[in-house]
């Protein structure tokens, strides 16, 4: 999938520059403890997980919804020339003397 993370812009934005002021907030506005270091990577790093927890813990500090930081893309799928030729070739065979095989997968 196709991942866009851009919660360090927003945080900065919003005038919060690292996990200490991150934390601070949350634990001042919201009562919510999460360590430094988890807010860290999360500000630093496009995070290969996240607690369901962590994420509405920012989306109530910041009053936002998730999809205003994190967007998650379907990728393309990616073929390769044997794959496209068997599929190519399991078609009808007057559907392949009618079709262009440039056109196949558009």
Same mark, same amino acid.
């Given at each position: 999938?196709?991942?866009?993370? #851009?919660?360090? $812009?927003?945080?900065?934005? $919003?005038? *919060?520059?690292?996990? /200490? @002021?991150? @934390? #601070? /907030? ?10 430094? @270091?988890? !807010?860290?990577?999360?500000?630093? +790093? ?6 369901? $927890?962590?994420? @509405?813990? *920012?989306?109530? !500090?910041?009053? *936002?919804?998730? +999809?205003?930081?994190? *967007? ?8 390769? %020339?044997?794959?496209?030729?068997? !599929?190519?070739?399991?078609? +009808? ?9 440039? %056109?196949?997968?558009?």
């Amino acid at each position: 999938m196709s991942i866009v993370w #851009k919660i360090s $812009e927003i945080l900065k934005a $919003e005038g *919060i520059n690292n996990s /200490s @002021q991150l @934390q #601070k /907030s949350l634990e001042e506005k919201l009562g919510v403890s999460i360590s430094r @270091q988890s !807010l860290h990577k999360l500000i630093k +790093n496009k995070p290969c997980y996240l607690k369901m $927890e962590t994420l @509405q813990a *920012i989306c109530n !500090l910041l009053n *936002i919804a998730s +999809n205003e930081f994190l *967007i998650i893309r379907p990728e393309e799928a990616i073929r390769t %020339n044997a794959e496209i030729i068997k !599929l190519y070739k399991k078609k +009808n065979d007057s559907d392949i003397a009618s079709s262009d095989p440039r %056109n196949f997968f558009k």
